[in-house]
Nanobody, 129 residues
Framework: QLHLVESGGGLVQPGGSLRLSCAASGFSMEYYHIGWFRQAPGKEREGIAC????????DYADSVKGRFTTSKDNAKDTVYLQMNNLKPEDTAIYSCAAGAPDYYGDYDGQCSMTGFTSWGQGTQVTVSS
């Protein structure tokens, strides 16, 4: 069973930075796309970043492009989300998720914000002065 645990959330001032981690157990991340999602109170869940199985391809939502960076350490089965220049509107619960490639063995294909089947419990990020 795929199990994901996020960590690194907290309270940060506007303009500050945080790094979230997503650790996997029960499976090897090198065979899965990993996505980052967030959900603010009263809003729908938003896909904000993804990284492909090999870790060489990423994609970002326009709302975070240029400020957030995701990276993957397959040796540690951990994915990171570096968040810089945080804004109050970034306040949300952040979750990571895993999904298999559309085609078996396509570990170098581009990721997308869809097709994820296993989710972590989330970590709270609050941006406030």
């Amino acid at each position: 069973q795929l199990h994901l645990v996020e960590s690194g959330g907290g309270l940060v001032q506007p303009g500050g930075s945080l790094r979230l981690s997503c650790a996997a157990s029960g499976f090897s991340m090198e065979y899965y796309h990993i996505g980052w999602f967030r959900q603010a109170p009263g809003k729908e869940r938003e896909g904000i970043a993804c990284v492909n199985p090999n870790g060489g391809k990423t994609d970002y939502a326009d709302s975070v492009k240029g400020r957030f960076t995701t990276s993957k350490d397959n040796a540690k089965d951990t994915v990171y989300l570096q968040m810089n220049n945080l804004k109050p509107e970034d306040t949300a619960i952040y979750s990571c998720a895993a999904g298999a490639p559309d085609y078996y063995g396509d570990y170098d294909g581009q990721c997308s914000m869809t097709g994820f089947t296993s989710w972590g419990q989330g970590t709270q990020v609050t941006v406030s002065s």
